[in-house]
């Protein structure tokens, strides 16, 4: 939605563009102040004006209201900040894929958009360039709720290039909704990876002075420095403060509160590492990644279901849908559990060469098909449980193992192989 | 007073309103207690604008972190700025536009709410929100038009609960409770205009009855200039009657700086260096104990030249002050404070090491100044550029500024003046419209105006004028009603909520801290014969500390005594004196009656224990 015809005919016949000072008249009263562009939810007979003190006030036009411009806007050459990167130290590639962390206000739309480049998110958290000489890139500036497979496919091989240019860190500034799965996608695509490659992001843009973005990318840099490990991780805050970060595993880490600065947890696994605020690592575990070659795998299967079990389902409502697919992963309840009604559909797709995962939207714990009639059916029908992962890891492994092995038999048996850390036989007490 | 007119004063109060949060559902009241703690930095951003406001970055210059502890009920995660705000609400926003109407104030089309940038740590977010809600106002005040240049909608900011320099500590109950921002034009032009007028929104603000009331519930800032000054803002004023004199010494410290400018300029005197030199090895055998101190602490003495500044630092029997500002200056860069040498030899510093410290500075000039800090090295620097700052600010008059008012009437430096540049829109809560049709009822049930109040208190309450205009300007008008529909007694009621609270305030208790059950029940009790009228200051102040009438009335042992009673001790206090008595007849009445209210105050009235004794002397004389 954009300013009402009359209000646009009333800018146009005195030449007013977004930025002047205008004069306005409506209904007795008067106004003064800068043009502002329309905001999406005011009303569009509305006029937005921002005063001499800077409060923006909206003026409704009318047939007999009158404006005049009496100061036209000086285009102001708005130069970005860019990070720098001081010789000697450990180089770490910053790749910028947008999300809150790359976003401020656009006075054009008036919206919060992912409009900041790379360079400039690593700039406004100054500590960053003692710690690394960083090496700034912007991919594409995407809401994380926009990418798909093809985005995952373009940051791993963006990562893959600087891993082959020496960096010794890498570090996507990403958006929240879907990092989970982005880290999950990198962990299979970049499997033996030679250096952290460390997702990061905020639940509050950088154009706000509380914003967790200097802080997360201070701590992600952090640990591509310091952290001596390599594979795929995300680095939030652990805490609501800005003093304590956790470092998830790329294919355990879910978003699990829609605002929250600590949003991101592992699950059914601790997080790899804690750092503090002076940047102190503590690891939770002893794990060592065991020494691989390298490789770059970045095939997709886009003919690929997630879905939940509800109760009720009924299997008309999918069949096309699953039918038309190669692979589905199903978050059944509890153990592994979908209603009775949908187990001729799980058969019918196994049968087909479809293959079936059932995972657990409970997200803690492991799935057991052998253990209640149901799972039973299920595995007779040809479903492959899905262990310990998260329903959207196996979704995008899934993706992934479809793309890159042949045969629905081969691809159930790299289902069940742990490949990056994804999945386990063993549960502790502590998480 | 004539020279008072040479001023212009504008008010903005903030009045908090008494309804729930603005943007969220927690209740707006403060808690005794803070849970949790969580740190927590902010970081100057680039406003809409793309300029750094210098009031944002003088404050991050300080590299604080803060702490901010949640309480029970009256804090969320909104607080906490870990949920976006919700819309503002219903309750708060009706509040503004009817007090908007109340100061005949046009009220926008749509509201916008914005972000005005505050990185103090006072707000979770780095901003306050806040809305302008209405312009072009005007009350009248003694005859004279005022104008109202506006009313805002806003949060107010978190409580600050320990301020250790690199940590501060904030509790989030008062954070995000609705105030309504109300700024008058610069109209007023003596410092009584200024206690008026600001007493009058009060009152237009009480009279929507959605305001809180009592201690912190109610701030003022003041905007003060003279001709040739420069606007200064006091910020934060709680007590109405040292408004007056906040201006009168404002005026008086602008017309001093005008006066150092002019002396300064007759002079010839330039802009001092800001080259700063250590002359710690000066010092070593210094008997002040602040230098003493902060060099055994690894601290150094630094000193600036101030050429030309001689005499205006501190002089003219200690009407010229420009060392006061410049040591106000220098203190917000965490040191205690600097010497100068308008002010010197003293404070243990000798004449020896004046002189010593002239000819390290070449300083040859009568009116060369210097001024010095003892403090860390860093730091000690960082503290004499802002003085020599503020020294060369002085060349060109008053510098605009906030500053932050004291007990006593006067104010004290606290930061410049904050820049238009700070605001930008509010992207999480949505423009609202108002329509004409939501005005125009409003209009229509516009609450009663003070001076309606003040006549129908007299007419149906029997009260007097001055009495009715006290209590609406005092805020309990509501109250007296209350409780005189439900008990009577109108003139004890009055008496109570006007003398007797003024009595208590006196006394450093806060009345308004009482709520309305608590005096219901006072009175309730008083109408039951509980205890006797003189009473009521005794039980009132036996309930400052939280307790209920009964309670009070208990502890002070006031239960008044049954007419047996009270007659046995009337009896034996006529028996004692049975001589006296005998002797006087019916006329030791009279100067029985103070033994009598001596032994039973407050626990039987006079009239009875008039009536008691006349029958107990009858007895005696037959």
Redesign the interface.
Known sequence: MTYSESILKLLSSISADTGDVLSVV?RG?SYRGTL?PH?D???PD?L?IK??????????IYGDSTAEVVGKHAA?A?TEATAECVQGLPRVAVIGAGGTISSR?D?VT???RPMLSASAVAA?APEVSRIACIEARSLFSLFSDSMDSGHWQELARAAAAAMDGGAEGIVILHGTDTMGYTAAALSFMLQGASCPVVLVGAQ?S??????DA??NLTAAVRFCVDGGRKGVFVVMHD?????SFAVHLGTRVRKMH????DAFRSSDSMPVAHID?DGRITYNDCMSEPAREPELKDAMEKRTLLLQAYPGMDPAVFEDAVMGSRGVVIAGFGMGHTGTAMIPLVKKACDAGITVVIASQCLGGTTDLTMYETGRALLQAGAVPAGDMLPETAYVKLMWALANHDGAEEVGRIMQTPLAGEMSDRRTADV | MSEDHEMMCGIEIHQQLDTRKLFCACESRLCDDGVGAYFRKLRPIAGEIETVDRAALAQAQKDTGFIYQCAPGATCLVDLDEEPPHGPDAEALETSLIFSELVNASVVDEIHFMRKIVVDGSNTSGYQRTALIASDGHIEVNGRRIGILSVCLEEDAARKVEDTGSLVTYRLDRLGIPLIEVATAPDMRTPEEVLEVAARLGTLLRATKRVKRGIGTIREDLNISIPGGARTEIKGAQELRLLPDYVRNEVNRQRMLLRIRDILSERGTGPAPLETADVTALFEDCGSKVIRSAVKDGGRVVAVRLPGFGGVLNGDDGALRLGAEMAQHARTKGVKGIFHSDELPGYGIGGEHVDRLRGFLGMTGDTDAFAICASDGKRAVDALTAAVNRANAALIGVPEETRDPLPDGTTRYSRPLPGAARMYPETDVMPIGITQERLESIRDELPELPEAVEKRLCAEHGINAQQARQLIRSGYDGLFVAIVAEHGMAAIAATTLLNTFSELEAEGEDPSAFTDTQLSGLFGMLKDDAFSKEAIPAILKEMTKGVDADQAVAALGLETVGDDEAAAVIAAIVDERADFVREKGMAAVGPLMGPVMGALRGRIDGKQANDLLVKEIRRLIG
């Not at chain 1, 950088?206 to 914003?211: E, G, K, L, T, W």
């Open positions: 409506s009263r502002m905001h939810l005011s009303s509305v937005i005063l001499g003190s800077g409060y923006n006030v909206g003026v409704r102001e708005v206000m006075r008036g919206t919060v406004a509050r950088s154009d706000r002075p509380s914003s200097p802080s805490t609501l403060g800005d003093d829609t605002s929250r600065r605020a």
